[in-house]
């Protein structure tokens, strides 16, 4: 059984960077079939993508965020991590990390339990 | 960016009813929509998969139909623990994104 789990500080200062790590057991980042995501859920409000990386580090991100977000694999430590640059109270959310199945037509099967980051001084 | 909308928002059911949630896409996404259930404080859980193929271990009770840009989610003989909040997905196009939610609230 696959698991996933954040990791990563739940305070982060308003224009600094938030910085999440997401650790996959029972199964490998390398696996060539699955893409790692990252998603996000603000207070009351609806799930939102931030995007997804292959093992070979290629990258697909949310446009309303591209030029703040950098997603990178360790596949050694069977890892991937989220960068959220220069953030505001917005960015205050849940952040989840989830594996992205593309053998049926790409839904997020397998979830992280969730992080709550908040933006504060 | 292709919008996903839900309705109802909210409903009050019953144990044992049959509960109907619609979802409807602001452009064609033929069968490339997933459900989720989500509890509070909990991690959204995939119900079912590309419109109508129910994941692994979920009970059958949950049923999924619709595609290009109208779908359904239903619940039939509702149990106590299906009372949560259930997102639509799409995955045709990037970005992905998911609808608004509707609570199902025991009446």
């Known amino acids: 059984q696959v698991q996933l789990q954040e990791s990563g500080p739940g305070l982060v200062k308003p224009s600094e960077t938030l910085s999440l790590t997401c650790t996959v057991s029972?199964?490998?980042?390398?696996?060539?079939?699955?893409?790692w995501s990252w998603i996000r859920q603000p207070p009351g409000k609806r799930l939102e993508w931030i995007g997804y990386i292959y093992y070979s580090g290629s990258t697909n991100y949310n446009p309303s965020l591209k030029s703040r977000v950098t997603i990178s694999v360790d596949t050694s430590k069977n890892q991937f991590s989220l960068k959220l640059s220069s953030v505001t109270a917005a960015d205050t959310a849940v952040y989840y990390c989830?594996?992205?199945?593309?053998?049926?037509?790409?839904?997020?099967?397998?979830w992280g339990q969730g992080t709550l980051v908040t933006v504060s001084s | 960016d292709l919008q996903m909308t839900q309705s109802p928002s909210s409903l009050s059911a019953s144990v044992g009813d049959r509960v109907t949630i619609t979802c409807r896409a602001s452009q064609s996404i033929t069968n490339y929509l997933h459900w989720y259930q989500q509890k509070p404080g909990k991690a959204p859980k995939l119900l079912i998969y590309?419109?109508?193929s129910l994941q692994s271990g979920v009970p059958s009770r949950f049923s999924g139909s619709g595609s290009g840009t109208d779908f359904t989610l239903t619940i039939s003989n509702l149990q106590p623990e299906d009372f949560a909040t259930y997102y639509c997905?799409?995955?045709?196009?990037?970005?992905?994104?998911f609808g608004q939610g509707t609570k199902v609230e025991i009446k």
């Open positions: 997905q799409q995955s045709y196009s990037t970005p992905r994104t």
């Open positions: 989830a594996r992205l199945n593309p053998l049926t037509m790409d839904p997020f099967d397998y």
């Open positions: 590309a419109a109508s």
């Open positions: 029972g199964g490998s980042v390398s696996s060539g079939s699955y893409y």
